[in-house]
């Protein structure tokens, strides 16, 4: 199964902005999506952007304009690039990816959005 390695999480004041990366270990050729999810404390986890191999991509609406979603396919890696962002962004941030039969989950990692 495909590992998924993120990092690029931190704390940040509001307004401001952070990558996430998400990097594969391996190139996948069946991939059917790509993408984030976040969980809050006390609250289920929830999508937060979706790209297909088509370049087709959604946003929660919560998310919309401020955060953008992309890939690289020669790296291998997937891309969250966050701006603008407020307190209620506070979450541990999961790329997912789902690959043929299979889908695989980063580790998580913490944005944390305070003054």
């Known amino acids: 199964q495909v590992q998924l390695v993120e990092s690029g999480g931190g704390v940040v004041q509001p307004g401001g902005s952070l990558r996430l990366s998400c990097a594969a270990t391996?190139?996948?050729?069946?991939?059917?999506?790509e993408a984030w999810y976040r969980q809050a404390p006390g609250r289920v986890r929830e999508l937060v952007a979706a790209?297909?191999?088509?370049?087709?991509?959604n946003y929660a609406d919560a998310v919309k304009g401020r955060l953008t979603i992309s890939r690289d396919i020669a790296k291998n890696t997937l891309y969250l690039q966050m701006s603008a962002l407020k307190p209620e962004d506070t979450a541990v941030y999961y790329c997912?990816?789902?690959?043929?039969?299979?889908?695989?989950w980063g580790q998580g990692t913490q944005v944390t959005v305070s003054s």
């Open positions: 391996r190139n996948m050729f069946d991939i059917y999506s």
């Open positions: 997912h990816y789902h690959y043929g039969p299979n889908v695989s």
């Open positions: 790209i297909t191999p088509g370049d087709n991509i």
